[in-house]
């Protein structure tokens, strides 16, 4: 009998799967005009690798759900907006970035508890 894996690590597997090919696209596919986007590309790649280990750890948190749906929601308010913002070269479509960070912070924030 092999160890029953948490719905964390399967989010984390989809994210970090879904982080690496992203990040692959940024740095051998993606050609702004712009330079300044590839530098937002690669700091939504980064915080989405990143977060998206994090998850790992969700089983063994006091409150797993409530750190894996923070970081969850991060991933796709920070990085996915930032991702868009990026591909479209145009910052009107970053609204939800701030969010997505203030979801990572509540993230961390709630291992206090």
Same mark, same amino acid.
């Given at each position: 009998m +092999?160890?029953k #894996?948490? $719905?964390?690590? @399967? $989010?984390?597997a989809?994210f970090?799967a879904? &982080?690496i090919?992203? &990040?692959a696209? &940024?740095a *051998?596919?993606f050609k702004?005009?712009? %330079?300044?986007?590839?530098e937002?590309w690669q700091?939504?790649?980064?915080? *989405? !690798?990143v977060?998206s280990?994090?998850l !790992? ?6 409150? %797993?759900?409530i #750190? &894996? $749906? !923070?970081? =969850?929601a +991060?991933?796709i308010a920070f990085?996915? =907006?930032s ?5 479209l070269e145009? @910052? @009107?479509?970053g609204?939800?970035?701030? !969010?997505?960070g203030?979801? #990572?912070?509540a ?5 206090? #508890?």
């Open positions: +092999g160890k #894996f948490s $719905v964390w690590h @399967r $989010v984390a989809v970090g879904a &982080g090919g992203l &990040g696209y &940024g *051998h596919v702004p005009q712009n %330079p300044i986007y590839k937002v700091t939504a790649s980064l915080y *989405h !690798l977060h280990a994090a !790992l750890a969700s089983p063994v948190m006091k409150h %797993p759900n #750190f &894996g $749906v !923070l970081v =969850t +991060g991933i990085s996915g =907006t991702y868009t913002v990026a591909y145009d @910052r @009107r479509y609204l939800l970035a701030p !969010l997505g203030l979801s #990572f912070v993230a961390w924030g709630s291992l206090l #508890f």
